[in-house]
């Protein structure tokens, strides 16, 4: 049983590691396409045991690729949320400015939210920072929402 196990994956992975490869290489940069790939295989690997027959090879294995690309974009996903709100409550730390790349992506935003991130780093509430730029407290959340939108879209891999 399990030598046909063995020759079973040996057989798909000759005849589908190329293809899977190229399908990652489209969409993702060379090695980070080549760990997919492999960890493609290895998910095969682990339930070729439990299958007694496989009626459609390629749509098995091009299933486990879009699953295994589809789980590492929520990754990344999830990885840059994080840093996002890393650099929100950083606004909030005395060593805010000394991080370079935190400060090039606030010289890139328009005044007014440099102006608000700065004030917000400084202790200031949203209605404090409101009064001050002549506009509400929920104009001022509004504002850092879409601020955190940005950031997701510059920090988006």
């Known amino acids: 049983m399990e030598n046909d196990v063995n020759r079973q994956f040996n057989i798909l ?3 589908f590691y190329p ?5 990652f290489r489209k969409r993702i940069n060379e090695d980070e396409a ?3 790939a492999q960890i493609t295989f290895m998910k095969l690997w682990a339930y070729l045991p439990c299958v007694v027959n496989i009626k459609n090879e390629k749509s098995l294995i091009f299933s486990i690729a879009k699953n295994v690309y589809c789980d590492r974009m929520r990754q990344k996903k999830m990885q840059t949320i994080s840093e996002n709100e890393q650099f929100f409550e950083a606004a909030d730390n005395k060593d805010f400015t000394k991080d370079i790349e935190t400060q090039i992506v606030i010289n890139s935003l328009p005044r007014k939210d440099r102006e608000m991130i700065e004030l917000k780093k400084l202790g200031f509430s949203s209605r404090e920072i409101g009064k001050i ?5 929920s104009a001022i959340r509004t504002r850092m929402q879409g601020i955190r939108n940005r950031l997701d879209n510059l920090f988006r891999l």
């Open 13 to 15: 992975y000759d005849k």
């Open 34 to 36: 080549e760990d997919l």
């Open 19 to 23: 293809p899977v490869l190229s399908y």
């Open 133 to 137: 730029q002549g506009v509400s407290a």
